[in-house]
């Protein structure tokens, strides 16, 4: 039990090479289900850079101990116990094979070696691969591996590992076996095998060299008909990568294997990457444009790891953000490229609006509690909860500020010299920083404090235009603000934050940037400050009228900035801003202050409205045929509700549900005759097409037709719905039409079109588990009222047959929408959603604690609710507390309630 003892604290300073080195693994499997049995021969010798340690310790969890030899005797001296094994007095140098035994089909875990669907599957970071065989399973051990797979050829004819493919025969018994050899040295998080009735889509291309490659995407058999983007997003991905950074593919062969039951979303393992099935499998009838996109991004994301994770990898998991915010980075420009090639701004910053939208929404509140910790953590208790908004997103934000600061080149220049340096090993995040400082002749140590700060910086600006002088001065301060406890002990000092700015003429026009001191205007209307102090003041010269400014263009830190735009400030930036994601901006700043302001009257009582002004400025972008239908959508689409609650000084989920309802209503009915118009202007007609001009035509429609469904009269939005729904011939616009119905219904309880597509669309998906997750997720997160609170629905479709707690897709798209996405019903007065929530976690916890810890996240905000709701969550944060077992849910429940 030593799981529910309290926890042992994991320290970065605390870090200690390994006493011993692994350089070769050969494994062995006899895959059966209840009963695998692994041999595994290695090659050990001592670190000569550790000290001296007498005993080896190797680690091991859920293993059944067979035996030992060393140098092919049998080792009496080693002692399995529950978090491994320990040889005694080993020699400096030997061969040693250990052999044990797991269960694979009781693991309920999804971390080390497991069943789904009847076939096997690994998932070994960061720690699953002790639950395979025990081993020194850090980032820093690194080897070459051999694999030999054995197993029944009628259940499992494909049999897959790491690297090429060495040989492959028949046994007896109606037995077969492969074996795989991986040439790079790797960590052992990187191991993967997959065994079972798998079909792949294949695709052979010549790399940049001019070598063969083969390229498989491995699905079950009635999935094929959905591989095609995952395998073009392959190509693209491998492409861009030599192009934009020179990486080429190193392996003859690249594999991606797609599973059903999987904790996140996919995993780079050495050549074999395994995806969760939401991230491969796509067509027009089953994938939204959502998908579609996610799909590129991740298969993006998991390839270009390949460099960036495996070629170079982590010292130690506080270093994860090297391999994760770089990667992340990296994926989110090839999104962009993809898109919008290197110069189509407006087509770039569509990608850059919604990365930032999930920045803000979700890294930003994980800083403001009690999981705040920086992009590179100082310690853990279970580091599967430290794969987080931080680590990931403003860990990738902190990437793309050396490329804000050195450019495009700059930061080529700075990539090209880590590999040189780090090519094969096991690297910090200090490294990374120091090839990008030495490639660009700079001294970054300032910027270390992106990787050791937590917290959101807030930045206020204070400007001053002297017309005589012709002289505008910009005045920047930094600091945190009042910052979660657990963030402020972090903070030090100032950060370097490159700080874009552009300056705006009354025509809408950029103005011509010339600071003091500098001889000439530059030709560029967007200059990147570097703000190093605390206060700091930029003068610019020769302004010839009074600006307004642009600040932090294109988002270039990930900060929150004050100054005091007034309305019709804001509107005139969202009408003329030359860069595309401050015009953006604008609005959700002009929104959010008005939904702010709204909700503070709605906790009150105090009756709504809104200004006409307001109304206008939406107007002027609804009819504005300039502007792509992509940016159209994301600039009419208001502040999510869970993001504005954080705003309020006291979070009131019904509040804001009220204020955000209101507004919508009000635009709806006050802009009626263009919604229609523009619902109708942005159909898209014949085949589907997956390119980014066809979906954001069919966003903005459907924006437009989530509009309508508010209207205070909806029969017409609902005839619409109805339409759309039947005639749909992809998934974007179907689901789009169901919630519009399911939305248009709510208020009068429910109606006979929405449950009648409901139903239509559960018989016409059944086959399909990844339609059927949205079936379950539409429902969840959909509008609810006092007749029907969601709650009711949602309990009663935890009955449903297709319902599975042991599925973490199916667990997340009910449980997690519920809980995560639909503030305002989760959040009842009456405590049922805490209740439920509370249920949900215990139950999880024994089965799956990586899936139960994030359920547990969904209440780590509570003490800045308000009172009522906070007792409700605290009360629920301590039944679970009482009775979880988990290392992984006892770190967050415990720092919660701290
Ligand atoms: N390294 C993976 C990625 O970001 C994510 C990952 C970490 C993961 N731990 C996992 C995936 C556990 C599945 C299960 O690409
Ligand atoms: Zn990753």
């Known amino acids: 039990m030593a799981d529910t003892a309290t926890p042992n604290v994991i320290r970065r300073a605390d870090y200690a090479p390994p006493a011993f080195l692994i350089d070769t693994v050969a494994l062995e499997f006899d895959l059966i289900p209840e009963r695998t049995v692994v041999r595994n021969t290695m090659r050990v010798r001592r670190n000569p850079d550790a000290s001296h340690a007498s005993n080896f310790e190797l680690m091991g969890e859920q293993l059944e101990f067979v035996n030992a030899t060393i140098d092919g005797a049998p080792f009496a001296q080693a002692h399995a116990h529950e978090h491994g094994l320990t040889l005694d007095n080993v020699p400096d140098s030997f061969e040693l094979t250990l052999t044990s035994i797991c269960n694979p089909a009781e693991n309920t875990t999804l971390s080390g070696l497991y069943v789904s669907g009847g076939n096997f599957f690994t998932q ?12 020194l399973d850090r980032p820093d051990v690194m080897a070459t591996f051999t694999v030999t797979l054995r197993a029944s050829k009628a259940d499992y004819p494909v049999l897959l590992s790491n690297g090429n493919l060495l040989e492959e025969g028949e046994l007896p018994d109606g037995r077969h076996f492969a074996r795989w050899e991986d040439p790079f040295r790797k960590p052992s998080y990187l191991f993967a095998l997959v065994a079972g009735k798998l079909v792949a889509l294949e695709e052979r291309v010549k790399s940049g060299s001019g070598k063969e490659k083969l390229l498989q995407v491995w699905v079950e058999p009635h999935d094929l008909d959905k591989t095609r983007h995952a395998m073009d997003s392959l190509i693209n991905s491998i492409r861009w990568d030599e192009s934009r950074f020179g990486l080429e593919l190193d392996l003859d062969r690249f594999m991606i294997v797609a599973v059903s039951d999987f904790n996140m979303g996919a995993m780079e393992n050495k050549g074999l990457n395994i995806f969760n099935t939401k991230y491969v499998l796509a067509n027009p009838e089953t994938a939204t444009d959502t998908d579609f996109a996610n ?18 990898t982590c010292r130690d998991w506080f270093q994860l953000s090297l391999k994760e915010g770089l990667t992340v980075f990296r994926d989110q420009e090839f999104s962009a490229d993809m898109a919008g090639g290197a110069t189509d701004e407006a087509a770039r910053a569509t990608k850059r609006i919604e990365d930032v939208r999930v920045l803000r929404q979700m890294q930003f509140a994980e800083d403001a509690g009690p999981m705040a910790h920086p992009v590179r953590p100082e310690s853990y208790v279970e580091i ?8 990931y997103e403003k860990g990738s934000e902190v990437v793309r500020m050396y490329q804000t600061l050195f450019g495009r080149d700059g930061f080529r220049k700075g990539m090209d010299l880590y590999f040189k340096r780090h090519d094969g090993q096991a690297v910090t995040c200090d490294d990374f920083r120091h090839a990008l400082a030495d490639a660009n002749g700079r001294d970054l140590a300032q910027f270390e404090r992106w990787y050791s700060q937590a917290g959101t910086p807030r930045v ?8 005589a002088q012709q002289r505008y001065s910009v005045t920047l301060t930094q600091g945190y603000g009042d910052t ?27 103005l011509a940037l010339q600071l003091e001191g500098e001889t ?29 400014p642009s600040l932090l263009r294109n988002f270039s830190a990930p900060v929150i900035v004050e100054y005091d735009y007034s309305a019709d400030q804001l509107a005139f930036l969202l009408a003329h801003d030359s860069d595309p994601f401050n015009r953006w901006e604008a609005g959700q700043r002009l929104a959010t202050r008005e939904l702010l302001t709204l909700a503070g009257r709605a906790a009150t009582g105090v009756p709504l409205q809104l200004d006409d002004s307001v109304v206008a400025a939406f107007a002027r972008v609804l009819t504005d045929e300039t502007l792509s239908p992509a940016f159209r959508e994301l600039a009419l689409m208001l502040p999510s509700e869970a993001y504005l609650a954080e705003q309020m000084a006291e ?8 204020a955000r309802q209101f507004v919508r209503k009000r635009l709806a009915n006050a802009l009626r005759a263009d919604w229609l118009a523009v619902y109708e202007k942005h159909r898209t007609p014949g085949a589907y097409e997956a390119t980014p001009e066809a979906s954001g035509h069919r966003a903005l429609k459907n924006l437009a037709l989530s509009y309508l469904a508010e209207l205070d009269d909806p029969a017409e939005a609902v005839r619409l719905a109805s339409a759309q729904y039947d005639a749909a011939n992809n998934m974007t616009d179907r689901s789009a039409a169901l919630s519009a119905l399911l939305n248009a219904s709510a208020a009068n309880g429910g109606s006979v079109e929405a449950q009648q597509a409901l139903d239509d669309f559960y018989r016409r998906f059944e086959k399909e588990p990844l339609v059927i997750d949205k079936w379950f997720a539409l429902q ?61 976690v215990i139950a999880l916890d024994a089965i799956n604690p990586q899936v139960a810890a994030r359920l547990a996240r969904s209440l780590e905000l509570w003490r800045r609710f308000t009172p009522t709701l906070r007792d409700g969550m605290r009360a629920a944060l301590e039944k679970v507390a009482s009775q979880v077992k988990s290392r992984d849910v006892r770190e967050i429940v415990e720092k919660a309630l701290a």
């Open 124 to 135: 070994c970071e960061a720690e699953g691969f002790r639950r395979i065989t025990y081993f």
């Open 295 to 312: 799909i590129e991004a991740v298969v993006g994301h998991e390839y270009f790891h390949n460099w960036t994770g495996n070629r170079v």
């Open 384 to 391: 599967n909860n430290f794969y987080t908004m931080t680590v």
């Open 460 to 467: 206020s600006v204070r400007t001053q235009y002297d017309a």
């Open 484 to 510: 979660a406890p657990a963030a402020r002990e972090t903070q030090k000092g100032p950060l370097l934050i490159p700080f874009a700015i552009g300056l705006i003429g009354k025509d809408g026009h950029d």
């Open 520 to 548: 000439r205007a530059s030709e560029a209307t967007t200059r990147v400050l570097e703000f190093t102090q605390t206060e700091q003041t930029f003068t610019f010269v020769n302004v010839a009228q009074e600006p307004l």
């Open 651 to 658: 979070s009131n989920p019904a509040a804001v549900h009220a």
């Open 780 to 840: 969840a997160t959909q509008r609810g009222s006092a007749q029907r609170p969601v709650i009711e629905i949602v309990r009663k479709l935890m009955a449903h047959p297709a319902f599975n707690l042991k599925n973490p897709n199916r667990a997340r798209s009910l449980i997690f929408s519920f809980c995560a996405a639909n503030p305002a019903q989760f959040h009842a007065e009456d405590g049922s959603g805490y209740a439920f929530w509370a249920e949900q």
